[in-house]
DNA sequence: CCCTGATTCGC
DNA sequence: GCGAATCAGG
């Protein structure tokens, strides 16, 4: 396993990305492996910063004080939240509140695993179905192939189509099974 | 609180 | 050079 560097690849990524006005966070979690503190200072250091700066804001910041003593840090060893993006239940797109909808299956909430992808890893096939809340950095499209030339993988246009009668049939269904 | 980028500095 | 910790804002 390598050290994770700054490849080629990832600078340009990071480049490309940082020029979108993505955000710092929004960044590392595209490229994945990094925090949003190592992606700002990697773009401060590309001198690609200064992207719409408050002139107002210009800190002139006081120095250091002295920073907490490194020498019985009580540190938990990893920041947390980070490096397992891994099983995240499939986030559904919220429907309007007042709508009672039938719960979908729950297998039918599993994306395979090695399928998920990023925005930037999307292709034209690719399966847009979003899993997980954009902004965060686990986020990330379905990534299914699919070949209807639709938006969304076969079974995710399932969902996406179906028309609310049918869901609201399908709850009562279930619900009134008796 | 959540988030943003900016800065400093130990490594 | 890297990035965590910290800061200053929105």
């Not at 940082?18 to 990697?42: C, M, P, Y």
């Not at 990023?118 to 965060?136: A, F, H, N, Q, V």
Request: include cysteine; charge should be positive.
């Amino acid at each position: 396993m390598q050290q994770l560097q700054w490849t080629d690849e990832r600078v340009e990524l990071l480049k490309k990305l940082w020029n979108d006005g993505l955000s710092a966070s929004q960044i590392a979690g595209e490229l994945g492996s990094v925090t949003r503190n190592a992606v700002i200072g990697k773009v401060h250091r590309l001198g690609l910063s200064g992207r719409a700066k408050a002139p107002s804001s210009s800190t002139p910041r006081p120095r250091k004080p002295p920073r907490a003593t490194p020498s019985a840090p009580p540190r938990p060893s990893m920041p947390a939240s980070r490096g397992n993006l891994a099983l995240k239940p499939h986030a559904m797109p919220s429907s309007s509140p007042d709508l009672d909808l039938a719960p979908l299956p729950e297998i039918d909430n599993v994306v395979p695993m090695g399928e998920r992808c990023t925005i930037m890893e999307l292709k034209e096939y690719s399966c847009r179905w979003p899993i997980g809340d954009p902004g965060k950095e686990d986020f990330r499209y379905c990534g299914a192939r699919s070949n209807t030339g639709l938006p969304y993988c076969a079974y995710h246009c399932r969902i996406a189509y179906q028309p609310v009668a049918d869901r609201r049939r399908d709850r009562s269904k279930t619900a009134v099974a008796r």
